[in-house]
């Protein structure tokens, strides 16, 4: 899957058209991309921040477009990001399996979900990646999208991340629309990998 690719569904959309002809202010501030190994929960979102309107507006491309405004009340203004990067989300899935094997994990990848950034302190543009592992795991990961490389790379268990959204409680200052995301699908993977490793156990009794 190409990045220009979801891009050019985005700017051939009816709604998104509409949108930049109502909204000439608006630009793109993040990004929030789902890939499932097993094809059943796929995403991809493109968000627009209006400043004449204080809002952002997630664009989710797996559903033709659609257009879904976001209330943004936070004194940090969203950053814009560029949607001219060149790049395809294999050769990140890529990077993310060389590192696990350069650090002799053998864990096994069960979702990738990754949020597209704009880093003031850097100037550059980043995808931010958390990484769904066997063992009730997942990997805090930051690429630099100029240099195709990983810049840290991170190791947590599910009780880890799982306190610090409790702790939250509702979305911090600065924490963009990709961020949430992320937070709800943290949120909710332990319910879906209870599911599975009961499916799991139902067909070795079966047997």
């Known amino acids: 899957m190409k990045f220009q690719d979801i891009v050019s569904r985005l700017f051939e959309s009816e709604d998104f058209q509409s949108f930049k002809e109502e909204k000439p202010d608006a630009f793109p501030c993040s990004g929030f991309f789902s890939i499932d190994v097993n094809e059943k929960d796929n995403k991809q979102h493109i968000d627009y921040f209006v400043p004449s309107e204080n809002k952002v507006y997630s664009f989710k491309l797996e559903a033709g477009g659609e257009r879904v405004p976001t209330e943004f009340q936070d004194d940090k203004k969203p950053e814009k990001v560029s949607l001219n990067h060149e790049f395809n989300f294999n050769e990140m899935k890529d990077l993310v399996t060389n590192a696990m094997s350069e650090k002799g994990m053998k864990n096994q990848i069960q ?97």
Do not use: W
């Open 111 to 207: 979702k990738y979900l990754f949020s597209f950034q704009h880093s003031p302190e850097t100037g550059r543009d980043y995808l931010l990646g958390t990484i769904f592992i066997s063992g009730l795991a997942l990997l805090k990961i930051k690429i630099n999208l100029e240099k195709k490389k990983i810049e840290s790379f991170e190791k947590k268990s599910f009780m880890q991340m799982m306190n610090v959204f409790k702790n939250k409680g509702k979305k911090e200052k600065g924490e963009s629309k990709a961020d949430s995301e992320q937070g709800k699908e943290i949120q909710k993977q332990p319910e879906e990998d209870s599911s599975n490793e009961q499916k799991q156990d139902s067909k070795v009794s079966s047997q």
